[in-house]
């Protein structure tokens, strides 16, 4: 298993291709969101996955404080939405 690297450690093909796995993660969400009907997650993580893809450059290669920000809320959106729909009545998703 590959040693864990912070955001400024890691190349920018490698910031690049975590910026984009967390976008898909949201879009797959966001999908799975629509089917259970919550269609204010779905629109925000929608919104957030785009945001993340149309600034990938600036955030890959000048802006990594906003990428690991960013990174850190889609995780996090991501988890709260994984966590509610295996049943969790605690958890909301905003």
């Given amino acids: 298993m590959p040693e864990a690297k912070t955001i400024g450690e ?6 690049q ?3 984009a796995a967390v976008a898909d993660g949201l879009d797959q969400s966001a999908r799975e969101a629509l089917e259970v009907g919550d269609q204010g997650f779905a629109l925000n993580s929608h919104s957030l996955a785009s945001m993340i ?5 600036d955030l890959s290669r000048h802006e990594l404080q906003a990428a ?8 996090a959106m991501i988890d709260q939405f994984r966590t509610r729909l295996a ?6 998703v905003h």
């Fill in 10 to 15: 890691m190349t920018v093909t490698e910031r």
């Fill in 17 to 19: 291709d975590l910026l």
């Fill in 68 to 75: 690991e920000l960013l990174l850190q809320q889609g995780i």
């Fill in 87 to 92: 049943g969790d009545p605690q958890t909301t």
């Fill in 53 to 57: 893809r149309g600034s990938t450059e």
